[in-house]
T-cell receptor, first 113, second 109 residues
Framework: DAMVIQNPRYQVTQFGKPVTLSCSQT?????MYWYQQKSSQAPKLLFH???????NEADTPDNFQSRRPNTSFCFLDIRSPGLGDAAMYLC????????????FGPGTRLLVL | GEDVEQSLFLSVREGDSSVINCTYT??????LYWYKQEPGAGLQLLTY?????DMKQDQRLTVLLNKKDKHLSLRIADTQTGDSAIYFC?????????FGTGTRLQVFP
């Protein structure tokens, strides 16, 4: 059974057109993460939530926003995608007290035309 | 900032052992990890080791940690074609994971 689900798996958007990526989890974990992984590079943390407490990485561009309406769902909003935002976006979860063990979803590959 | 380095490629024959190496910079890291990523897929946690351990074995996987040299390795015994993937080393540092750039393992018959 899927534990961390990301939709869609592939997303095509136009330069400058807002796009939202979705992540849901059935693990009831209270910590959720968004990573960006560009081609042939390591995943890079964008931000994460402890419950509803939002934690932004210092070098995450303002163009990237996130929402977490409840424990199960977390969204990544890219307000004005540029060509450089084309990447794989990975969602992960972990349990409070076990933050070191993260469970990753399959990722959404974003293409910007 | 923290840096985790890996060699980019490794090619092995099916049935041989694979050894993937990683170096990291922060001696205070508490956990070190190995993740596997197959094409177009997310990251699968293979194994992890706590910093006070030297070795951990899990079926075909053996992790060795040399804290003095800040060197971590993953040995895959009896490598199979299904092991072909990118392997990421990662360390837990100040409340987040820092990943290496990944090693692409290619297994040929």
């Amino acid at each position: 059974d899927a534990m961390v689900i990301q939709n869609p798996r592939y997303q095509v958007t136009q330069f400058g057109k807002p796009v939202t990526l979705s992540c849901s989890q059935t693990l009831n974990h209270n910590v959720m993460y968004w990573y960006q992984q560009k081609s042939s590079q390591a995943p890079k943390l964008l931000f994460h939530y402890y419950d509803k407490d939002f934690n932004n990485e210092a070098d995450t561009p303002d163009n990237f926003q996130s929402r977490r309406p409840n424990t199960s769902f977390c969204f990544l909003d890219i307000r004005s995608p540029g060509l450089g935002d084309a990447a794989m976006y990975l969602c992960a979860t972990s349990r409070e007290g076990e933050k070191e063990t993260q469970y990753f979803g399959p990722g959404t590959r974003l293409l910007v035309l | 900032g923290e840096d985790v380095e890996q060699s980019l490629f490794l090619s092995v024959r099916e049935g041989d052992s694979s050894v993937i190496n990683c170096t990291y910079t922060d001696s205070s890291s508490t956990y070190l990890y190995w993740y596997k990523q197959e094409p177009g897929a997310g990251l699968q946690l293979l194994t992890y080791i706590f910093s006070n351990m030297d070795m951990k074995q899990d079926q075909r996987l053996t992790v060795l940690l040399n804290k003095k040299d800040k060197h971590l390795s993953l040995r895959i015994a009896d490598t199979q074609t299904g092991d072909s993937a990118i392997y990421f080393c990662a360390e837990w540092w100040t409340d987040k994971l820092i990943f290496g750039t990944g090693t692409r393992l290619q297994v040929f018959p």
